[in-house]
């Protein structure tokens, strides 16, 4: 099986509208959306959840006011400053070590686990789908990340699917480097902006540093053919595959707006060719 | 006070907002960039950088010679960072998120703490705006404390501007905890709504006074603005769809620079802050 992941670093640059494009082109496959954080791959793929399940974190720590005796041991040794004079624990602080928890000498510190959000497997009129929602200000993104994809996965071999499309999360940080492990290659979606051409090439250390092959696409090319031209040329410096441009074009906001790809909601039109061909080229370095 | 630009989806413009907003206030600022991730805004503002610091975070180091191989070391590490198979210690630095108890446990004090790279911390000024922003070590996972370092730099005396990061998770609310005011910055597009919508609750769990900016305002629906409305989240000023804007940004230029009737809707969005604000104390 093969999984295609495709990021950004930068967000914003229609990671997720060209991931939906393919998924109408890609047969054989099933759709993850790892972008746990703010999941909106949902809103094109209009998904008929057939099971869900919590997804379980960390854990909070929370005293029990009737034995805690305020010794202050904790307040000591809590390194997030999560504990309050008045002995409450913030639990948007806590970190989840449980220090606290081991040291207390009265135990008057419990450590339930928290349910931190929620995944789902679901159908869709482009097949399977794997999603999620985090908890907001929820810890624990890159494990629910490295969830999702595993569970995609499964899906996968169960259904004798051979591709695995999966929508990453912007960044660099725990969420990404969770979503790239075991990949098979990355696509990054570059925007031709002082921001994109920055931001592409962390990302292309990031897939580098954990060895995964990549590819890289322009996205809205043509708002500046010189930023377009020195992002290509940093892919190729990098040892990425070049596989395409898409123009800039309304049609990918309209087409959002009324729930659709772009491929479903465009003619014959240049979207319709260069998408296309990001698409065959993907394929042949794929080797599907 | 200390004003936060915020949005969960990425790409809407946060980076314009506070660059923009930071220098047509122009003295007694100070713009702290903590998309330590991806950070941009010194591409548009080109400061003169004064100090660049590598920040660390503690993991712990074995000293073999102390060590008996009780294992409680292993067991009270939620994170998984140290394993004990027989005689050998295992340490995961990555793994390790800096909680301390392992030193705390080691009957024998063989754990020493020594440091993880998370990235630097770059420090400067363009003319009379200090800067200052956090870089994260490629292949390095957590953001939130080199976020908080970068905050550190946070000068009580002025104005903060801080970029967040996107997304609704642990490194945004380490961009916003303590602000005085969050700046919300979103497109009116099904995922512009859907993620402002997951931000919105985040700022409301802190309590902090928020606002919006409405980015390319003249595209997609009226999603944002019936959500808005229904909210109360006050519209603090809308950014047209305008290709010479876009253009300009491609090219790392400020909208107040290349076009000089902006510099004026910038300082009445921090007026309207300013009132909001006083309103809210």
């Known amino acids: 099986m093969k999984e295609l992941v495709v990021i950004s670093g930068k967000g914003g640059t229609g990671k997720t509208s060209l991931m939906a494009a393919f998924a109408s082109l890609a047969e054989n496959k099933v759709l993850c959306d790892a972008d746990v954080d703010a999941a909106d791959l949902h809103l094109l793929m209009d998904p008929d959840i057939k099971e869900s399940h919590d997804f379980q974190g960390g854990s909070t720590a929370i005293i029990n006011p009737k034995k805690c005796t305020q010794c202050g041991l904790c307040r000591d040794l809590c390194r997030w400053n999560a504990i309050s004079e008045a002995f409450k624990v913030d639990s948007i602080e806590c970190e989840g ?21 929620e995944w789902f497997i679901s159908n869709t009129r482009f097949g399977p789908m794997v999603h999620a929602r985090l908890g907001i200000a929820e810890e624990n993104s890159g494990k629910l990340v490295a969830l ?20 990453g999360p912007p960044g660099v940080g725990c969420p990404v480097i969770a979503s790239l492990g075991g990949a098979s290659a990355v696509l990054v979606v570059a925007e031709p902006t002082v921001s994109g051409l920055h931001d592409m090439e962390r990302v292309a250390q990031l897939a580098a540093h954990f060895k995964v092959s990549g590819m890289v696409c322009v996205n809205k090319f043509d708002l500046n053919f010189d930023q377009t031209e020195a992002i290509e040329k940093m892919a190729k410096e990098n040892k990425m595959t070049v596989v395409g441009r898409v123009p800039f074009d309304p049609v990918f906001t309209e087409s959002m707006v009324k729930g659709q790809t772009v491929l479903e909601y465009v003619g014959n039109s240049k979207i319709r060719s260069s998408i296309s061909e990001i698409w065959l080229n993907i394929r042949n370095k794929l080797v599907l | ?83 004990v198979i027989k005689e050998t210690v295992l340490i995961f630095p990555e793994l390790c998120h800096s909680c301390g108890g392992c030193v705390e446990v080691c009957p024998e004090k063989a754990i020493t703490e020594t440091g993880r790279e998370l990235g630097v911390i770059e420090i400067g000024h363009r003319n009379n705006l200090a800067f200052a922003h956090g870089r994260l070590r490629i292949g390095e996972a957590m953001s939130p404390p080199l976020i908080r370092e970068v905050r550190s730099y946070t000068r009580s005396n002025q104005l903060t501007i801080i970029d967040a990061p996107p997304g609704t998770s642990c490194p945004v609310i380490a961009a916003m905890k303590g602000a005085d005011f969050v700046l919300m910055v979103t497109e009116p597009t099904p995922f512009g709504l859907h993620d402002l919508k997951l931000a919105v609750e985040a700022v409301k769990l802190l309590e902090i006074p928020r606002g919006l900016v409405i980015n390319r305002s003249d595209i997609g629906d009226d999603g944002v603005q019936t959500y808005a409305k229904m909210e109360n989240l006050p519209i603090l000023m809308e950014i047209p769809f305008d290709r010479r804007i876009a253009e300009i940004y491609s090219r790392g230029k400020l909208i107040v620079e290349e076009m000089p009737e902006w510099k004026e809707k910038f300082i009445e969005l921090y007026r309207q802050i300013e009132e909001i604000t006083s309103q809210s104390e």
């Open chain 1, 97 to 117: 070590c449980g220090v606290c928890v081991d040291f207390c000498p009265e135990e008057a510190i419990d450590f339930p686990i928290k349910t931190c959000g």
């Open chain 1, 148 to 167: 999702v994809r595993q569970e995609a996965k499964k899906l996968a071999e169960k259904n004798k699917l051979d591709l695995l499309i999966t929508d």
């Open chain 2, 1 to 83: 006070m200390i004003i936060s630009v915020a949005s969960g989806k990425g790409g809407t413009g946060k980076t314009t907002v506070a660059t923009n907003l930071a220098v047509s206030i122009g003295s007694d600022v100070q713009l702290l960039d903590c998309d330590v991730e991806e950070p941009n805004a010194h591409l548009f503002i080109n400061p003169v950088i004064e100090l660049n610091q590598k920040v660390y975070t503690p993991v712990p180091q074995i000293d073999e010679e102390k060590c008996n191989f009780c294992k409680k070391c292993a067991q009270i590490c939620r994170f998984k960072a140290i394993a």
